[in-house]
């Protein structure tokens, strides 16, 4: 069974650009969450995609943004990049929320803001 | 408010000794659910154990041992014998239901940092 696969594993972008990251489930999870980690915030929240629908947010401002596919796969995006942006981005699943399992991770992006 | 808190930041031990990782959590819930994870150097975060706030039987699994203890808001990570391939940054999370709907949100606590010295 393939695990959570999270594309591109690296990635370094400029001041002010734009990203997309990606993020596929393991098969038959529906839902599908991001966290940010840097050195000074740790492990941070930004969202929960479920059945399509975000369910949950975290405390991040709106240049940091989500989808969810009819496959379950997920994407974020984030727009005017700024240097404080740079972390490694995970995604997590799992069936349909953590009452009854726990949270599967990928090995995330390290996003990189120069 | 939900936070975790893992007071030690980083733990350095020789192999063979016994550690304890603490974790202190903090929730309105009734219903909850604690969790351990492992991230080596490759970044993944790797689950070591899951716990309900109605089960509160401490649990052991080879050389990793958990004690649970609501009483003190406590989910306490024990190794046994550590290792070199121990030495990791482990996080203890939280994650609640918030009353009724399910949730894929983990808090997460700062992690300690453990070194393993052959």
């Known amino acids: 069974k393939a695990g959570v696969t999270q594309t591109p594993r690296y990635l370094i972008k400029t001041r002010g650009q734009q990203v997309t990251l990606s993020c596929s489930p393991i098969s038959g999870h529906r839902s599908v969450s991001w966290y940010q980690q840097t050195p000074g915030q740790g492990l941070q929240f930004l969202f929960e995609y479920f059945s399509e629908t975000q369910r949950n947010k975290g405390n991040f401002p709106g240049r940091f943004s989500g989808r969810q596919f009819s496959n379950s796969r997920s994407e974020m995006n984030v727009s005017t990049l700024e240097l404080g942006d740079s972390a490694l981005y995970l995604c997590?699943?799992?069936?349909?929320?953590?009452?009854?399992?726990?949270?599967?991770f990928g090995q995330g992006t390290r996003l990189t803001v120069v | 408010a939900q936070k975790v808190t893992q007071a030690q930041t980083e733990i350095s031990v020789v192999e063979k000794e016994d550690v304890t990782l603490d974790c202190v959590y903090e929730t309105r819930d009734t219903t909850y659910y604690l969790f351990w994870y492992k991230q080596p150097p490759s970044g993944e975060l790797v689950f070591l154990i899951r716990?309900?706030?109605?089960?509160?039987q401490n649990e052991i699994s080879g050389r990793y041992s958990w004690n649970f203890q609501k009483s003190t808001s406590s989910f306490n990570f024990t190794i046994t014998a550590s290792q070199v391939v121990d030495s990791a940054v482990y996080f203890c999370?939280?994650?609640?239901?918030?009353?009724?709907?399910?949730?894929?949100?983990?808090?997460f606590g700062q992690g300690t940092t453990l070194q393993v010295k052959p």
């Open positions: 999370a939280l994650s609640s239901n918030n009353g009724s709907s399910n949730t894929g949100k983990l808090i």
């Open positions: 716990r309900n706030s109605f089960d509160e």
């Open positions: 997590a699943s799992s069936p349909r929320g953590l009452l009854n399992t726990e949270a599967f």
